[in-house]
């Protein structure tokens, strides 16, 4: 009998990954049998994107696990009707994308490289050197695949990097802090600040006007998390006060970004349509098929989602 996978992740993905999926079954010896619409009592795993085909899990009696595609997974671990185990996607090609999008901001903002390539007027600023990156203190909110990633990317090039996470964490070469009590001594005199948490109950409007003012003023504020996790108003407030000199945003409350949020007109916000990382097809496919196999194995499921915590 097949191992029957439904993809649920939509039929924009489909193109994408009905040959890298099926390619990954192959290599993994899985004799699997996919589609997009199958009989919910046959489906034994379900790949899923938000946005996608399945909203009542209910049907799915025999479905042994829930692949998500993407990282975060607050669009879908609320639903009362997934009783089902959730796996969030972990996926190198991502992690790499997330690792390329923060050094590349983190470097712009440290560099002042916008002076230069904004303001070419003529003027040969010469005194305008920027301090090396071992006395631009960075800290990184959230220390799980992305944060950590992230961090010791930055503090292989010298940045002095504090990472925060919800448990105490060892992360080698950044100095590391955990829990709420710990939040406002991580921010403390952080000249570049990079959110990397899931959104939650506890991290839903987390940075806000209190938080923000322990952050060095003049600083930088790079968030490819998720949207709700600052305070949009305390941000604008920072942003017009000068305590944030500039906010590189990927996330929104509502995305697409509304053509008439200020954000977009801010003359210190720069928007990104949520494409710090994307899940890359051929390196998903193959953790989507190892969790199928170890499911199969009877072996315990790759990044698997904690319910009571969200995510
Ligand atoms: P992980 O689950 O691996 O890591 C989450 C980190 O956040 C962990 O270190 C965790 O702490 C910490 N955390 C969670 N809740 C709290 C809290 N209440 N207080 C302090 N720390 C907390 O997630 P990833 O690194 O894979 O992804 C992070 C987020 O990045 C995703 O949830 C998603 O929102 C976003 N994302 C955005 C993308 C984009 O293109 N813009 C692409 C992919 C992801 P602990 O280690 O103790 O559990
Ligand atoms: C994700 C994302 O969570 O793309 O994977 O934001």
Same mark, same amino acid.
């Given at each position: 009998? @097949? ?20 390619? /990954? ?12 619409e ?22 799915y009696?025999?479905c042994? /696990? ?35 999008y923060?050094?590349?901001?983190? =470097? ?7 002076? $230069? ?9 010469? $005194?305008?050197?920027?301090p ?12 799980g695949?992305? !944060? ?11 940045? *002095?990097?504090? !990472?925060?996470?919800r ?15 710990? =939040?406002?001594?991580?921010?403390? !005199? ?7 948490? *899931?959104l ?19 600083s930088?504020?790079?968030? @490819? ?8 108003g305390?941000?604008?407030?920072a ?9 590189t =945003?990927?996330?929104?409350r509502?995305? *697409?970004l ?6 977009? /007109?801010? *003359? $210190?916000?720069t ?8 899940t ?21 499921f ?10």
């Amino acid at each position: 009998m @097949p191992i029957n996978v439904q993809f649920a992740a939509g039929p924009k993905l489909w193109p994408d990954y009905e040959a890298p999926l099926r390619a /990954a079954f192959a290599e993994m010896g899985l004799n699997a049998a996919m589609a997009e619409e199958m009989a919910p009592e046959t489906v034994d795993y379900i790949v899923f994107a938000p946005g996608g085909t399945i909203t009542d899990f209910s049907p799915y009696t025999r479905c042994k /696990a829930v692949l998500n595609l993407w990282a975060g997974v607050e669009r879908i671990v609320t639903n009362p009707t997934l009783t089902q185990p959730l796996c969030r996607m972990v996926d190198p090609a991502l992690t790499e994308g997330m690792v390329e999008y923060v050094t590349g901001h983190v =470097l712009r903002h440290h560099l002042g490289l916008d002076r $230069h390539i904004l303001h070419q007027d003529g003027v040969w600023r010469h $005194h305008l050197i920027p301090p090396i990156a071992r006395e631009r203190p960075v800290t990184i909110l959230g220390l799980g695949a992305l !944060g950590a990633a992230c961090g010791q990317a930055l503090a292989a090039l010298n940045f *002095p990097v504090t !990472g925060w996470s919800r448990t105490p964490k060892e992360v080698a070469g950044l100095r590391c802090l955990s829990g709420m009590d710990r =939040l406002e001594a991580a921010l403390e !005199g952080a000249q570049i600040v990079v959110l990397l948490l *899931p959104l939650t109950a506890e991290t839903t409007d987390l940075l806000n006007a209190r938080r923000i003012a322990r952050m060095a003023r003049g600083s930088f504020v790079i968030n @490819p998390g998720r949207g709700p996790l600052i305070d949009d108003g305390a941000l604008i407030e920072a942003l017009d006060a000068g305590q944030i000199a500039h906010a590189t =945003l990927d996330v929104f409350r509502t995305e *697409p970004l509304p053509p008439d949020h200020p954000f977009w /007109a801010h *003359p $210190h916000v720069t928007v990104t349509p949520h494409i710090a990382a994307d899940t890359r097809a051929a390196s998903a496919a193959r953790v989507v098929a190892e969790n199928i196999r170890r499911g199969e194995a009877g072996e315990p499921f790759l990044h698997l989602v904690d319910r009571a915590r969200g995510y």
